[in-house]
């Protein structure tokens, strides 16, 4: 399986600061089409989870423009560029070129 | 409005069974692969299986293949997932998810396995 490794797993930050998160996977996510099947997904508490980001850096609709991603191959980047109160929760990123899917283990995002 | 509401879960001893469903209203389910996710008290989020569109193909982790079974009925935009020989460590929050273009989450339901 592929393994899906997150730093840092704890992120304090302070309100309007940038944050970032990083995700590295254990081979490459490059799928043969060309694709990059990487998503990253924000669980506040006691929510669901909600996707972020598919494909590496694709934003999915209605998801502020402060949350960006980057990355290729099999190293990948969550950045928020100024940290609001609303974006306290866990972030997972998860991979879904190999089967079976995998997901990181979980970054927590909390307000200093 | 687009929501996919999980029901079924409960408790149940190790061992026994359990069925999940889902259902989907406001997008169209038949479009998309469903998924079905759980996430361990406390713990990180663990995919465990999910279906074609078309119900043609299936995929389950190693951990629940031969115990759980993923199936759909587009007629009914409904998703199930059916849970055999289970054990302690299934104990979850199960959600189902629709994933495309748009990705889908239901508020899940949880399973405990326990004597």
């Known amino acids: 399986d592929v393994v899906m490794t997150q730093s840092p797993l704890s992120l304090p930050v302070t309100l309007g600061q940038p944050a970032s998160i990083s995700c590295r996977s254990s081979?490459?996510?490059?799928?043969?089409?060309?694709?990059?099947?990487l998503s990253w997904f924000q669980q506040r508490p006691g929510q669901s989870p909600r996707r972020l980001i598919d494909?590496?850096?694709n934003r999915d609709s209605g998801v502020p423009d402060r949350f960006s991603g980057s990355g290729s191959g099999t190293d990948f980047t969550l950045k928020i560029s100024r940290v609001e109160a609303e974006d306290v929760g866990v972030y997972y990123c998860?991979?879904?070129?190999?089967?079976?899917?995998?997901f990181g283990q979980g970054t927590k995002l909390e307000i200093k | 409005e687009v929501q996919l509401v999980e029901s079924g879960g409960g408790l149940v001893q190790p061992g026994g069974s359990l069925r999940l469903s889902c259902a989907a209203s406001?997008?169209?389910?038949?479009?998309?692969?469903m998924n079905w996710v759980r996430q361990a008290p406390g713990k990180g989020l663990e995919w465990v299986a999910n279906?074609?569109?078309?119900?043609?193909?299936?995929r389950h982790v190693d951990s629940v293949k031969g115990r759980f079974t993923i199936s759909r009925d587009n007629a009914d935009n409904s998703l199930s997932l059916h849970m055999n020989s289970l054990r302690a460590e299934d104990t979850a929050v199960y959600y189902c998810?629709?994933?495309?273009?748009?990705?889908?989450w239901g508020q899940g339901t949880l399973v405990t396995v326990s004597s």
């Open positions: 998860m991979q879904h070129t190999h089967w079976p899917h995998t």
């Open positions: 494909k590496v850096s």
């Open positions: 406001g997008f169209t389910f038949s479009s998309y692969w």
């Open positions: 998810a629709a994933w495309g273009s748009t990705n889908i």
């Open positions: 279906i074609k569109p078309d119900g043609g193909e299936k």
């Open positions: 081979q490459s996510l490059v799928y043969s089409d060309g694709n990059t099947f």
